[in-house]
């Protein structure tokens, strides 16, 4: 009995141990005593994320990664996600940091620690051809659009701007349509469409308007890593003060967004 006794009470001084360095576990400290940053991005969205020829991920936040790694004077490794894993992976450690194209909301902040202040934002916007000559939302007032199936802004598009929606399942059918003439622009998200029009077959297209309904961008660390949050929330600001994030827009072929206007005039004072 004795010794069965002395083995519960060194199991649970155990259990207590690894429970205290679990519990003080620093991904922080971890990245700098392992001399290795993970961090999640896209490759698939480009110019925010997408692969080289040589199947190198590269891109808008690639190079913010790279500049993290650099501030922590480590190595970058960057493991490509998607919206349906991006926060499962951070949440098992798998990566250290994400930096995907992920909207801040309410509902992530449950689950991970997204960063303040956010680092970009992504709008509503139209591709048209440029023949179209469109300068305004109010020129779309009862024109056909290609809208997506359950967009968000569908209902404002319509409602505040007065458009003709054509709602598809799929991008792939809303380009189509386009191309076809069966709608003057389509409506979409203003970064995608940036990376859209990279490609050649769009030459003919631009998007000319302002975005409207800006979603922001948030990146996020594993909840409780205080350490790594307040780092990052010192390092977006010094993005936003410097002007980094309007260096990679302009690098990037990105139209400057009122955004990261707006960040670098209330950081640069």
Sequence with gaps: MRNKWLTIVASAVLLGVFGVRIANADVLEDVKKKG???????ADYRPFGY???SGKIIGFEPDLAADVAKRLGVKLELL????SN??????????????ATMSDTPERRKTVDIIDPDYYASGTNVMAKKSENLKSWDQL???????????FYNKELQEKYG??????PGT??????????NCVAFAYDDTAIVGELQKPEWSDYDMPLDSILPQPWGLAVKTGEKAFADFMSKTIADWHKTGFIQELEKKYGIKPTKFAQEMHDKYAK
């Design 51 to 53: 692969l080289d020829p």
């Design 36 to 42: 290795v940053l993970t961090v999640g991005s896209k």
């Design 86 to 99: 991006r926060i499962q992976f951070l949440q098992q450690g798998k990566i250290d940091l994400m930096i």
């Design 163 to 168: 458009v003709d929606g054509v709602a598809f």
């Design 80 to 83: 490509p996600v998607v919206a």
């Design 172 to 181: 792939a059918e809303a380009y189509s349509a386009l191309r076809n003439g």
């Design 141 to 151: 007032k009862g024109k056909k659009v290609c809208l997506i199936q359950g967009a």
